[in-house]
């Protein structure tokens, strides 16, 4: 059964610092894996899909890496900005299955 | 990116009564859209999946004469909470994905209160 672990749960940082957000998972047949962002009280809006094929995606200051070998990912987001601050969370696609299974997630605090 | 729609965004009801909630994909055919729920500080819990034209497929625990799922177009999926009760009170959020890339894409929620 695949499981998706995010580390850390929480981070705090200070505006303008560079900052990765952790996310590992269990069995390394899968499909593709996205990073998501939540706002309280809202649904999720898509960050980075990367499929199994591939090594890392790129949007603006956001940059996500795969090795799908290690069952690891990392979110990369340069010069945090306090509108950064939401819930993060990776999900991983199965192969095989159209359901996506989610890491708990990782609060991110940007201080002005 | 894709753009996912619910509506409505809050519903207040009384128990007892039922309560419809919209999932439309805007600008693209939607051949699976997914239904979660999310309470206070948790995780998304996938309630069911659906496909276009055939019987929707419930996670294990979920009731579904009490959660109805209806996937009529490749843009809308409806899901009707029938005889609301006060537990059933929550953030329920859908999906959709669409061929090649299967990227899931999330509408904004929607609050349901059961008073």
């Known amino acids: 059964k695949q499981e998706v672990t995010q580390i850390p749960a929480a981070l705090s940082v200070p505006e303008g610092e560079n900052l990765v957000l952790n996310c590992s998972f269990t069995?390394?047949?899968?499909?593709?894996l996205q990073w998501f962002r939540q706002d309280p009280g809202k649904g999720l809006t898509s960050l980075l899909l990367i499929q199994s094929s591939q090594r890392e995606q790129t949007s603006g200051r956001l940059n996500a890496s795969l090795d799908k070998s290690s069952g690891r990912s990392t979110l990369y987001i340069a010069a945090s900005q306090p509108g950064d601050s939401a819930t993060y969370l990776c999900?991983?696609?199965?192969?095989?299955?159209?359901?996506?299974?989610f890491g708990k997630g990782t609060k991110l605090t940007v201080n002005p | 990116g894709a753009v996912v729609s619910q509506h409505p965004s809050r519903v207040i009801c009384k128990s007892g009564t039922s309560v419809k909630i919209e999932c439309r994909s805007l600008d693209f055919q939607a051949t699976t859209m997914f239904w979660y729920r999310q309470f206070p500080k948790q995780s998304l819990m996938l309630m069911a999946t659906s496909n276009e034209g055939s019987k929707a497929t419930y996670e294990q625990g979920v009731e579904k004469d009490k959660f109805l799922i209806n996937h009529a177009s490749l843009t809308l999926s409806t899901l009707t909470v029938t005889s609301a009760h006060p537990e059933d009170s929550s953030f329920y959020i859908c999906?959709?994905?669409?061929?090649?890339?299967?990227?899931?894409?999330f509408g904004p929620g929607t609050r349901l209160t059961v008073t």
């Open positions: 999900a991983v696609r199965p192969g095989g299955s159209e359901k996506l299974v």
């Open positions: 999906s959709a994905i669409t061929p090649p890339s299967y990227e899931q894409y």
């Open positions: 069995d390394s047949a899968i499909y593709n």
